[in-house]
């Protein structure tokens, strides 16, 4: 009995052993393959009176042409997240490996009176056209200083020029000054993910998801994921950005509140639930953005407030 009992003790052993090492590799981790290029830097082309110019939150989409086009936040110092970021850059190239971009000015500006700041672009083709989805803040006075509800919105170009606000923004409003938008299709269903703050009251960073049949209409908010720190303004779940890939799917976040040059990614078999515990690493980057070609590879973007301008490197999944 006693040699049955190790015996079986050991095909158990050796089964969890084999169970953990599978679950080990159920999924990949991505490795900044090479050095950041500085493909865009805004002191080099805006105003020489004022060489502070920074860049943040931004989106990279392909033209049917095949130029790439970017944009995103800009402003300088001194900071001011809600008087100096009223504006996103557009720049363009023929290729991701380009080292510097050409700067085509602004993409669009605030409206006075209706739109507070414009954050955190992202953009996307959809049939024959491409959409912006982009955050312009709350118009009440004391918003910068709590919970605020931020505003979530549209706009459409035909062109990647020109573009036109969607006439019933915002498409939705949540707490924590709701912003950071990124849009997954998956199995026809369009997933919007963005981050808040859990509630009005409880100020945990978390990443929120809605999901729809289409880019107009979309259902409730659920929590996809949560940060155990207490910061304001949901600023430790930053700049959220999902990849699907052999059948896993990575949330990549920023830490801005309490790392600031750290995104952290995590894995999950669900596109709605990514728990705490699946931490894949932490990449010491801000606002990351990752972009494929089928040419060129895939790339990661680095960006912030203590950066002058847009970042890009190769990146690999081991």
């Known amino acids: 009995m006693k040699k049955m009992s190790i015996t079986m003790l050991t095909i158990a052993f050796t089964f969890c052993q084999h169970a953990m090492a599978q679950q080990e590799k159920s999924f990949e981790t991505p490795y900044i393959k090479g050095s950041f290029v500085h493909i865009f830097n805004p002191n080099d082309t805006r105003s020489k009176e004022d060489t502070t110019w920074y860049t943040n939150d931004h989106s990279f989409v392909r033209s049917v042409d095949g130029i790439w086009h970017a944009y995103g936040?800009?402003?300088?110092?001194?900071i001011r997240p809600w008087g100096g970021e009223t504006r996103f850059f557009h720049i363009t190239s023929g290729s991701l490996m380009q080292r510097k971009w050409k700067d085509k000015g602004d993409a669009m500006s605030v409206k006075e009176g209706k739109e507070r700041v414009?954050?955190?672009?992202?953009?996307?083709?959809?049939?024959?056209?491409?959409?912006?989805?982009?955050?312009?803040?709350?118009?009440?006075?004391?918003?910068?200083?709590?919970?605020?509800?931020?505003?979530?919105?549209?706009?459409?170009?035909?062109?990647?020029?020109?573009?036109?606000?969607y006439q019933l923004n915002p498409l939705f409003s949540d707490p924590g000054h709701a912003r950071d938008s990124y849009i997954m299709k998956y199995k026809s269903k369009y997933y919007y993910y963005y981050?808040?703050?859990?509630?009005?009251?409880?100020?945990?960073?978390?990443?929120?998801?809605?999901?729809?049949p289409d880019l107009l209409h979309w259902g409730g908010p659920k929590i996809v994921h949560i940060q155990p720190y207490v910061v304001d303004w949901g600023g430790d779940a930053e700049s959220p950005f999902v990849v699907h890939r052999n059948g896993i799917f990575y949330l990549f976040i920023c830490r801005a509140m309490t790392q600031y040059n750290q995104t952290d990614v995590y894995w999950s078999k669900d596109p709605e639930n990514f728990p705490e515990k699946n931490l894949v690493c932490s990449l010491p980057i801000h606002a990351a953005e990752i972009i494929y070609d089928k040419k060129e590879g895939w790339f990661i973007s680095n960006t912030g407030w203590d950066k002058k301008g847009l970042f890009l490197a190769p990146l690999e999944w081991r």
């Not at 996307?124 to 056209?129: E, F, G, S, T």
Request: include cysteine; hydrophobic fraction near 40%.
């Open 73 to 78: 936040i800009i402003g300088h110092h001194p």
């Open 195 to 212: 981050t808040r703050t859990y509630n009005e009251v409880d100020h945990r960073s978390v990443v929120a998801v809605r999901t729809g």
């Open 118 to 165: 414009l954050w955190a672009p992202h953009v996307i083709k959809d049939k024959n056209a491409f959409y912006m989805f982009y955050n312009i803040g709350n118009m009440q006075k004391d918003a910068p200083n709590y919970a605020s509800w931020g505003q979530l919105c549209m706009a459409k170009s035909d062109n990647l020029v020109d573009w036109e606000r």
